[in-house]
């Protein structure tokens, strides 16, 4: 059952929004808070994922099994089901099979016929479809390097983009349905220094062995890359629900591992936000923001009131 939309667009109609993911686990490790808070006040969210995680390694020690790892593609699909039943999302698979993380060097070619080895525009095709479909006012995806450099973030950025100019095209592809415009477009941007700084900080100030120390001491400061942070949505109330829906990703994640090495009261005071950037707007808005559908949304009472 959906919840009632607290806030609508300019016409009346509920807020819509789509998050592009290159695999399952991704819509809960990035902006997954996010996610659940628009849900919450009555936004039709919807889960693009790329592929289907086939070839993920399994990173939960008591999930590396011989049985597990010969079904890893079914079951990664039953982990993504109980996460967006956690999420409360509708969650479309886009078809395209997982590249893998390549390792070693020289690096070995990607698996034929993988995800990040496809034509953009052919790769582009499910997504313009859905796109056109479901009629998103907001799409998040991946910045330029993948958010990480792995191929099939990176393929999902570049499709990602792509769709957003053919599904606005009216002379293109109308066998996908009718030209829709998104509003605005956004990179997931979880993984910045500020972040981390202040989770590690919190962290040291209560005593804690903080889960990111190494990490920051081989961390190379870029100014240019905490420019990008436009937008900061706040949503600790729902990091548990966050925590819920990636626990249901056991393949991937360890629920003693460095995931959870943060209380969750202390994250929730050190960074109560999820952080975005804002890379394209067809409206008005004013950064920094706290909102992604800044310049979109209006109460649900101002819209019958018109």
């Given at each position: ?124 095709v499910p997504l313009v479809e859905l796109i056109r479909r ?18 099939d973030h990176i393929m999902c950025h570049l499709i990602s ?89 056991a393949t991937q994640v360890d629920p003693e591992g460095a ?48």
């Open positions: 059952m959906k919840h009632p939309a607290l806030r609508v667009d300019a016409h009346g109609e509920r807020l819509r929004l789509l998050h592009v993911h290159a695999h399952p686990d991704d819509e809960s490790s990035k902006g997954a808070a996010t996610t659940a808070r628009y849900v919450a006040e009555g936004v039709d969210v919807v889960v693009a994922t790329c592929t289907g995680g086939e070839r993920g390694s399994i990173l939960n020690p008591a999930m590396d099994r011989p049985d597990v790892l010969a079904n890893i593609a079914s079951i990664r699909r039953e982990e993504m089901d109980r996460a967006r039943e956690i999420l409360g999302v509708e969650q479309v698979w886009l078809g395209w099979v997982d590249s893998g993380l390549p390792e070693g060097d020289p690096l070995p070619p990607l698996p034929e016929g993988s995800f990040a080895t496809l034509g953009i525009d052919e790769a582009a479901f009629r998103p006012h907001v799409l998040t995806t991946y910045d330029e390097n993948g958010g990480y450099p792995h191929p983009i792509a769709a957003v100019a053919t599904a606005a095209d009216p002379a293109a592809a109308p066998e996908l349905g009718e030209p829709w415009q998104v509003l605005k477009v956004y990179y997931q941007l979880s993984f910045n220094r500020p972040r981390i700084e202040a989770l590690d900080r919190a962290m040291t100030e209560r005593g804690m062995e903080s889960p990111y120390a190494e990490r920051l001491a081989g961390w190379t400061v870029d100014p240019d890359h905490e420019a990008r942070l436009t937008t900061q949505v706040p949503c600790s109330d729902y990091f548990a629900v966050r925590d819920r829906a990636l626990l249901a990703h995931w959870f090495a943060v209380p969750l009261e202390v994250h929730q005071r050190a960074w109560p936000s999820e952080d975005w950037q804002l890379v394209a707007s067809e409206v008005p808005t004013e950064l920094p923001e706290d909102d992604l559908f800044a310049g979109i949304a209006v109460p649900a009472e101002a819209a019958l009131a018109g």
